[in-house]
Nanobody
Framework: QVQLVESGGGLVQAGESLRLSCRAS?????LGWYRQAPGKQREMVAV???????NYADSVKGRFTISRDSGKNTVLLQMNSLKPEDTAVYYC??????????WGQGTQVTVSS
């Protein structure tokens, strides 16, 4: 059973930065982050498969950077130049080698204008 432990998040002003961290247990193929704003569907922010290319949502390209430490089974999301529209609950996402998905408990990111 994969477990995900998230940290980071909080309240910042527009233009500032935050970093999210997630540590996974178990054997993981894909690690990444999704987010869900009030009244909206959950959307992919950035994902990185083991040994593969990272994938970013167009809305965060050039501002967010995802990095993965496979040895520690952790994934970091560095969020720069934050905008109010980045406000959401951010969820750590993992998929094992069979394709089964797992989710973290979610962490709130609020960006004030």
């Amino acid at each position: 059973q994969v477990q995900l432990v998230e940290s980071g998040g909080g309240l910042v002003q527009a233009g500032e930065s935050l970093r999210l961290s997630c540590r996974a247990s178990g054997s993981i193929y894909v690690l990444g982050w999704y987010r869900q704003a009030p009244g909206k569907q959950r959307e992919m922010v950035a994902v990185v498969p083991s040994g593969g290319r990272t994938n970013y949502a167009d809305s965060v390209k050039g501002r967010f950077t995802i990095s993965r430490d496979s040895g520690k089974n952790t994934v970091l999301l560095q969020m720069n130049s934050l905008k109010p529209e980045d406000t959401a609950v951010y969820y750590c996402y993992a998929a094992d080698w069979s394709g089964k998905a797992y989710w973290g408990q979610g962490t709130q990111v609020t960006v004030s204008s």
